[in-house]
Nanobody, 123 residues
Framework: VQLVESGRGLVQAGGSLRLSCAAS????????MGWFRQGPGKEREFVAA????????YYADFVKGRFTISRDNAKNTVYLQMNSLKPDDTAVYYC?????????????????WGQGTEVTVSS
C-alpha cells in the first residue's frame, strides 16, 4: 500500500488543521490505520489509530480531546483533525497501517511509511 500524506501548513497556536492520507490499492479497509509524528530533534511517536471500520479509535494522551482521527473507506483516506494546536505539535506527520487499535503502537511495528507532511505551530 502506498501512502501519501497532505495538508501541511503553518498555523498559530490555538488554530486548527486537517491532515489527509490517501492510500492506493483495494485493501485499504482491511487495515487499521494510524498517525505518527516526529518533531525537530525528537523520535517518531504514535499519535492516534482508527479501526478498519472507523468505529474504534485510540489516542496518545497528549492529543486526547484535541485531535480526531477518522477514515473514509470509500475514498481510501484517513484523516487527522487537529484543533487547539500547540507549538509542541510542530512535527512531520506520517500515516501508516497499524496492527490494531486500543494501544500505543510502537514505531518499530511499522514497515511502510508515507513521505510525511509538515505541520508548524507558531506561538
Amino acid at each position: 500500500v502506498q501512502l501519501v500524506e497532505s495538508g501541511r501548513g503553518l498555523v498559530q497556536a490555538g488554530g486548527s488543521l486537517r491532515l489527509s492520507c490517501a492510500a492506493s490499492g483495494s485493501s485499504f479497509s482491511s487495515y487499521a490505520m494510524g498517525w505518527f509524528r516526529q518533531g525537530p530533534g525528537k523520535e517518531r511517536e504514535f499519535v492516534a489509530a482508527v479501526s478498519r471500520s472507523g468505529g474504534s479509535t485510540y489516542y496518545a494522551d497528549f492529543v486526547k480531546g484535541r485531535f480526531t482521527i477518522s477514515r473514509d473507506n470509500a475514498k481510501n483516506t484517513v484523516y487527522l483533525q487537529m484543533n487547539s494546536l500547540k507549538p509542541d505539535d510542530t512535527a512531520v506527520y506520517y500515516c501508516a497501517a497499524v496492527p490494531g487499535v486500543g494501544r500505543r503502537v510502537g514505531v518499530h511495528e511499522i514497515t511502510n511509511w508515507g513521505q510525511g507532511t509538515e505541520v508548524t505551530v507558531s506561538s
